[in-house]
């Protein structure tokens, strides 16, 4: 009788366990998934830039001094080109934005441009009708698809997205060669402040 009730206790006790290994197993996942996950709400180290002075009648927030991107300095707005603007901030953080004048369709040409690139594996972090964050990376030598010039594993991280402003659509995105994922997701936030000023 104690035998049968040792062996009944011991499998109770397995099941109970396996129960909890489960539920530790979805918690793991749900925490992976928060991590992943990228909160474009936060703003508390950024600053307000107005960018009318440079023929912008929007309001952009950027990184301020606080920001982990390797960099103190204010931000320097260039103006190369009448429909193209550049943000600096330091040497880590670079934001491209060019007048697209009123072509809206920006993202999915920028979505099918890579995907004709298949020397690239894309992975996207962000997928929204006016922003795309993706995590890009090298097809690695050996596979059917890679470049002959790639010998090792690279991956870069990415931003692109358009806003209207007055009428006007701009495209506002990260450097072609990417930058690290905290820098990116910065960017991210600043692209999606970018408002008219009647808006603010």
Known sequence: MSVKFSHKS????????????VSSCSVGKEENKEKDEIDLEDYYEFQVMDMSKYGIHAYIH?????????????PEISHPEDHIWQIDIGQNFTLHIEDMANVKDNIKEEKKELKRKDFFKIKYL?????????QRELVVKG???AAKTV???HKSYHVFGQKTVDGITYVLESREEGYEKNIIEMMAKSIKSFKP????
Request: charged share 25%.
């Open 10 to 21: 011991l499998m109770i006790l397995l099941l109970v366990a396996a129960g909890f290994s």
């Open 62 to 74: 950027l990184p301020d001094e606080t920001a982990n991107i390797g960099a103190s300095t204010k």
């Open 126 to 134: 962000i997928d929204d009708a006016d922003m795309i964050l993706y």
């Open 143 to 145: 596979s059917d698809r």
């Open 151 to 153: 010998g090792v594993e």
């Open 197 to 200: 000023k009647s808006g603010k």
